[in-house]
């Protein structure tokens, strides 16, 4: 699956952003889409995940409340909605793909085979 990720930009502190991940030459499937984030200097972490046929959510402790990911089957495409937002989400953001498996390694980057680009979300305080 090729993805394609868009949506970031700079916001202030308490703002929102909504991000992006489309599919790009095939329909999502039975497969899992998550977004992963990296800081300058850190290593890439977890955010969010979403199991395409069931909508089922997952979200990283740091995140919960704050940002929502969902489905937009009219444009194949995985949205982060980000309220809230505070400087410590600055960070490059990268959507993923992967087959479904044991939803507790949702959250585990080597399991995701195809990467799209990343965007970058900066939050100024």
């Known amino acids: 699956v090729q993805l394609q990720a868009s949506g970031g930009g700079l916001v202030q502190a308490g703002g929102s952003l909504r991000l992006s991940c489309a599919s790009s030459g095939r329909t999502f499937g039975n497969i899992v889409v998550g977004w992963f984030r990296q800081a300058l200097g850190k290593e890439r972490e977890f955010v969010a995940a979403?199991?395409?046929?069931?909508?089922?959510?997952y979200y990283a402790d740091s995140v919960k409340g704050r940002f929502t990911i969902s489905r937009d089957n009219t444009k194949n495409a995985v949205n982060l909605q980000m309220d809230s937002l505070k400087p410590e989400d600055t960070a490059a953001y990268y959507c993923a793909a992967r087959s479904p498996g044991y939803s507790p390694t949702y959250s585990r980057e080597s399991m995701y085979n195809d990467w799209g680009q990343g965007t970058l979300v900066t939050v100024s305080s």
């Open positions: 979403t199991a395409w046929r069931s909508g089922t959510t």
